[in-house]
């Protein structure tokens, strides 16, 4: 059996994906939701079905195994769900269905982003210097220079150029070191 295209993945998820909040048109992940900037959402607003079903097939998603595929789960739409790459990555490699789908629940990115975030002010050991660390990102001069000193990184899970947040968090543990 050939594997799905995410197109028809998509398409034999749209009810469940409609009755669980997600926008049709704006393509993301279905466990974390994290979305692609605007580039793959659909532009315009009287996309016809086709087009709607057409458009996952662009966006930077991974067909992912809902029952493991060592466990005899097949390539059929019912059974991979589309997901980024870090969702992917740490995913449950499970014999139950149920077991994937209470996961997949509890994913959610604003975690993901603050644990990000704690590992970089740990690996800076800022951890007790809050306050300070907050001071900086609400200078506006300051962070303006910091962003403007960063190079630009391709992220392999979203597909899209982004400044990474270890390039701020370097410019600020200096700053606040050049400050002590
Ligand atoms: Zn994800």
């Not at 809902?66 to 059929?76: L, P, S």
């Amino acid at each position: 059996m050939t594997m799905p295209t995410k197109a028809q993945i998509f398409e034999h998820w749209m009810d469940w994906l409609d009755r669980s909040g997600f926008d049709w048109g704006e393509p993301c992940c279905w466990a974390c939701k994290r979305h692609f900037d605007t580039k793959h959402d659909l532009k315009k607003a009287s996309a016809n079905r086709l087009e709607i079903i057409k458009n996952w097939e662009k966006a930077p998603l991974q067909r992912c195994h809902i029952i493991a595929r060592q466990f005899g789960g097949e390539d059929i739409p019912e059974n991979l769900f589309l997901m980024c790459k870090s969702c992917h990555d740490r995913a449950p490699k499970t014999k139950s269905r149920e077991a994937f789908l209470n996961w997949v629940e509890r994913q959610d990115y604003t975690t993901l982003i603050q644990e990000d975030i704690l590992r970089e002010l740990r690996s800076f050991e800022l951890l007790d210097r809050i306050d300070d660390v907050n001071e900086i990102l609400t200078d506006k001069a300051l962070m303006k220079r910091f962003f403007s000193n960063s190079g630009v990184h391709m992220n392999q899970t979203k597909g899209g150029s982004e400044i990474t947040l270890s390039s701020i968090f370097v410019q600020i543990a200096e700053e606040l070191n050049r400050r002590s």
